[in-house]
């Protein structure tokens, strides 16, 4: 009722077109759990978006933009998750200048280190999510042609005359 109210008022104050489109979001996350763990750990990865003329058509554009994600965000997750000696030979490869000019003590800690902190990062992917859509209805005003206004004026400039 009270959107209805805010249409209508809309509508009467504002003179030009006014219409209405629904917005429609969801959260794209990905679960995985460590070894030896029953606990899931959620990862958000994105927030997606979609408009349209009536709440259907606003979650079926969200639909189609949510599956590419959701399996990029798997990807995400096997890459993050999945695969150590990616984990580690990215690190490495990070701090290769500083490895270069390390005693060998200090590059084998700094090894050791790499290495322990990628396998606290190990697990499995159990699945991509995509949060329940929420959906908003947005009241849009178009402003008046520029003919319209033109019109307008003229007619406001008659009535000052008289």
Request: proline share 2%; with cysteine.
């Amino acid at each position: 009722m009270k959107l209805l109210l805010n249409l209508f008022l809309v509508a009467v104050l504002v003179p030009s077109a006014v219409w209405a489109e629904h917005l429609c979001r969801a959260s794209v996350s990905y679960a995985w759990q460590r070894e030896k763990e029953m606990t899931k750990i959620m990862v958000f990865t994105t927030r997606v978006e979609a408009k349209g003329a009536d709440e259907a058509a606003a979650k079926a554009a969200l639909m189609e933009l949510v599956e590419p994600l959701k399996s990029k965000a798997a990807e995400q997750c096997s890459h993050d998750h999945e695969n150590q000696a990616g984990c580690v030979a990215a690190k490495i490869n990070v701090m290769s200048a500083a490895l270069h000019s390390m005693t060998f003590s200090s590059r084998k800690l700094l090894e050791d280190s790499i290495a322990s902190d990628c396998k606290a990062q190990q697990g499995k992917c159990v699945e991509s999510v995509v949060s329940e859509p929420t959906c908003s209805l947005i009241v849009v005003a178009a402003k008046p042609d520029a003919k319209d206004a033109a019109k307008e004026e003229k007619e406001k400039g008659a009535k000052k005359k008289k």
